[in-house]
C-alpha cells in the first residue's frame, strides 16, 4: 500500500471507532470506574414537590395526563401541578383550565417556546423539589415515592427518571428510536453508577429548587437546569425505579424534524454552558465529550469514512468505486422505500445521524429553534 492509501485506511478507521464511541468503547471505559453509591437514609421529613409541564396543541394526550396526574396527587396530595400552555390553538388551554382542582394553570401570550413556560413556572414553585416532565408523559403510580429517598442524601442534588417507550413496533422509525433510547438509558446507568450522569431529556427529571439556574430562551431547559446541579458541586444521578411512558414518534418526517431542532438547541445549549463545562472534573469533562460532542458530529464521521472508502476504491481501480457507488444508491432507495426490516432501520439510523449533524450545522450558522410542534405520529 502507498502512504495515501495507508492514510485513506486509517480515516476510515478512526472514523468507524468515533460512529461506534459512544455506544460501545465509552460503555465499557465506564464499567471499569469504581461505584460512587447514594445514601438514602430516612428518618427525615420528606421534601416538598412541585411537578411542571409545559403543553402546545396537546388536547390528544391531555385526558390521560390530567387523569395520571389526579392519581398522582391522590397518593400525595400536597404535590404541587403547574401547566404553562404556549399558545394552543386546539382546545389544550381550555382542558387544562377544566382540570384546575388537580392543577395551577398559567396561559403564555402567545407562542414563546417551552424554556420560556418553564422558567415561568420555576419561579411560581414553591416544592423543595421541582420535578420536570412533558404533556405526553404519564408517571408510574409510585414515581413520586421513588424518586424522594434519593434526595436523603445531601450530595444529591438532581434525580432523572427512567423513560419506557411505549409502540416500538409501530414501524421502523420506532424501532430505530426504542433502540436508540434503550442505549441511552443504559449509558445514562452507568454515568450514574460512577459520579454524573451528563444531562437529563425534558421527560421525566427532577432538581433541588434551589440550584434551578437563569438561561436563555434558545437553550434546552432541560439540558441547563440538569447541568446546573453538576456545575454546582452536586450529584446528578438516575434512578431506575422512577418510570415515565411515552409513546414513540412514528413517522420518518416527525422523527426528522425532531432531531434536527434538538440538536440545534442543544449546540445553542452547549455554547451557552461552556465556561461551567471547563470548570467540570476531568471525568466528568471526559463524559461529557464522549456522550455529546463525538455524537453530534456521527454524520460526519460517517460522511468521511464513505469518502475515504470511495477514493480508496477509486485508487485501486474505478470500476470499484462506481460499483460502491451504485449499491449505496440502490440500498438507499429501498431503504426509504421500506417501513420495516434491516433496511428501512439503517436508513432511518443513517437519516438519524444527518439530520443530528444538519442542526449541529444550522446552529453554528446562527439559526435557533425556540418553538416546539408535538409529533402527530405518536397521538
Request: charged share 20%.
Amino acid at each position: 500500500m502507498t502512504p495515501v492509501d495507508v492514510i485513506l485506511a486509517l480515516i476510515i478507521v478512526l472514523c468507524a471507532v468515533l460512529l461506534v464511541w459512544p455506544f460501545l468503547i465509552y460503555p465499557l471505559i465506564l464499567r471499569l470506574l469504581p461505584t460512587k453509591p447514594v445514601e438514602q437514609a430516612g428518618g427525615a421529613a420528606p421534601p416538598t414537590v412541585s411537578l411542571l409541564f409545559c403543553a402546545y396543541n396537546e388536547a390528544a394526550s391531555l385526558p390521560a395526563k390530567i387523569e395520571n396526574l389526579r392519581l398522582l396527587k391522590a397518593r400525595h396530595p400536597g404535590l404541587q401541578v403547574l401547566a404553562f400552555d404556549d399558545g394552543s390553538s386546539d382546545g389544550t388551554g381550555d382542558l387544562l383550565a377544566l382540570a384546575q382542582d388537580v392543577l395551577t394553570l398559567l396561559r403564555g401570550p402567545g407562542r414563546s417556546g417551552k424554556a420560556h413556560g418553564m422558567k415561568q413556572l420555576a419561579a411560581m414553585a414553591t416544592g423543595d423539589i421541582l420535578v420536570f416532565t412533558d404533556a405526553n408523559v404519564l408517571l408510574d403510580a409510585d414515581a413520586i415515592d421513588a424518586l424522594l429517598p434519593y434526595y436523603a442524601d445531601p450530595q444529591v442534588g438532581g434525580v432523572l427518571g427512567s423513560l419506557h417507550y411505549d409502540g416500538a413496533d409501530r414501524s421502523a422509525s420506532a424501532s430505530v428510536g426504542a433502540l436508540y433510547w434503550r442505549l441511552e438509558e443504559h449509558l445514562k446507568d452507568l454515568e450514574s453508577r460512577t459520579g454524573n450522569v451528563m444531562g437529563a431529556d425534558g421527560s421525566i427529571f427532577s432538581i433541588r429548587r434551589a440550584l434551578y439556574p437563569d438561561f436563555p430562551d434558545s437553550v434546552l431547559d432541560d439540558l441547563t437546569v440538569s447541568m446546573a446541579v453538576v456545575f454546582a458541586g452536586r450529584r446528578l444521578i438516575k434512578a431506575k425505579d422512577v418510570i415515565a411512558r411515552e409513546a414513540m414518534v412514528a413517522q420518518r418526517a416527525d422523527e426528522y424534524r425532531r432531531k434536527v431542532r434538538i440538536a440545534a438547541r442543544s449546540w445553542h445549549t452547549h455554547r451557552h454552558l461552556r465556561p461551567g463545562l471547563r470548570r467540570m472534573s476531568r471525568l466528568d469533562r471526559f463524559k461529557y465529550g464522549s456522550r455529546k460532542i463525538v455524537r453530534w458530529f456521527g454524520g460526519l464521521w460517517i460522511a468521511l469514512a464513505v469518502l475515504a472508502a470511495l477514493a480508496l476504491a477509486w485508487r485501486i481501480t474505478p470500476v470499484a468505486a462506481v460499483a460502491l457507488v451504485a449499491a449505496g444508491l440502490v440500498l438507499a432507495m429501498l431503504g426509504a422505500m421500506a417501513r420495516r426490516g434491516p433496511l428501512a432501520a439503517i436508513f432511518d439510523l443513517l437519516l438519524a445521524y444527518m439530520a443530528t449533524l444538519k442542526g449541529v450545522l444550522l446552529a453554528m450558522r446562527g439559526q435557533t429553534f425556540t418553538l416546539w410542534t408535538p409529533a402527530k405520529s405518536r397521538d
